[in-house]
C-alpha cells in the first residue's frame, strides 16, 4: 500500500520536496499507517488546497548525496542506495563481500569496523536509516515552524550545519551523479562505491547430465 499517496488524498498533508508527506500541523514527523475497509463511508476525505512546505530548500541542503534537486527532481536510486544501506538491497551487497573476501584481513580492507558494527546493529534490531537528514531539517508544519522563523541563523548552526559537517561513508554507485555530488559538495565525507545488491544473474555451464539428454 502507497501510505503517503493515500494520505495525501485523505488530506492528512501535501508531497514535499523530500517526497514525505507534511503535515499542517505536525510537518513531516508523523508515521503512516493505511488501514483498507470494505464497507461504505459516510464522508471521503479531500486533499488539502494548499501545501505546508516553506520551500526553504532545507532538504536540498541536507541530503548528502544529491538525491533532492532544487527544481524539484528526485533521485530514487541515489537515495535508496545510501540511506536504505542497511535494508534487504545493501544487506545483499554486505553479504557478497563477506562471500568475496579471501581473509578477516581482506574484508577489514573492504569493510570497516564501524560498517560491521553498524550492520549487525540493524540485523538485530529493525534497520537504520543512514540518513533522514531531509526529515530532521525540515521545519514545515505549526509545531515546529517557529524556531526557524524566530531565528533562522540559529536554526542553520544547530540544525543543518551538523549533520553536513558529519564525517561519514556515502554509499553511491559507480559512476552516478550521487558520486559526483558527493564527492564535490562533502569532500570531508569518505565516499564508496557499492553494488546496491544488483548482479547480472551468473552464467551457469550446463551439467554433464544435462548435456547427455540433450545431445
Known sequence: MAHKTVAVAAGLGVMGLHRNVIHPKFGSFVLLVTVL????????GQALDYTPCIDCKLCVAACPVGAIAKDGAFDALACTTHNYR??????????QTVADSEDAADYRSRVTDSESASM??????????KSGYCLAVCPAGEDVLGPYLDDRK????????????????????????????????????PVKEVTGGW????????????ETRTS
Not at 564525517?167 to 562533502?186: C, D, I, M, N, W
Not at 548482479?199 to 544435462?210: E, F, I, T, V
Open 37 to 44: 475497509v470494505d464497507a461504505e463511508v459516510s464522508e471521503y
Open 86 to 95: 542497511e535494508f534487504m538491497s545493501g544487506f545483499t551487497d554486505w553479504a
Open 120 to 129: 549487525w546493529q540493524s540485523l538485530s534490531s529493525p534497520p537504520g536509516y
Open 154 to 189: 540559529t536554526f542553520m548552526d544547530t540544525v543543518l550545519r551538523p549533520l553536513q559537517d558529519k564525517k561519514e561513508t556515502l554509499y553511491v554507485l559507480p559512476g552516478s551523479h550521487a558520486q559526483e555530488y558527493a564527492r564535490r559538495r562533502f569532500p570531508h565525507k
Open 199 to 210: 548482479h547480472p544473474p551468473a552464467k551457469r555451464s550446463a551439467s554433464p547430465d544435462r
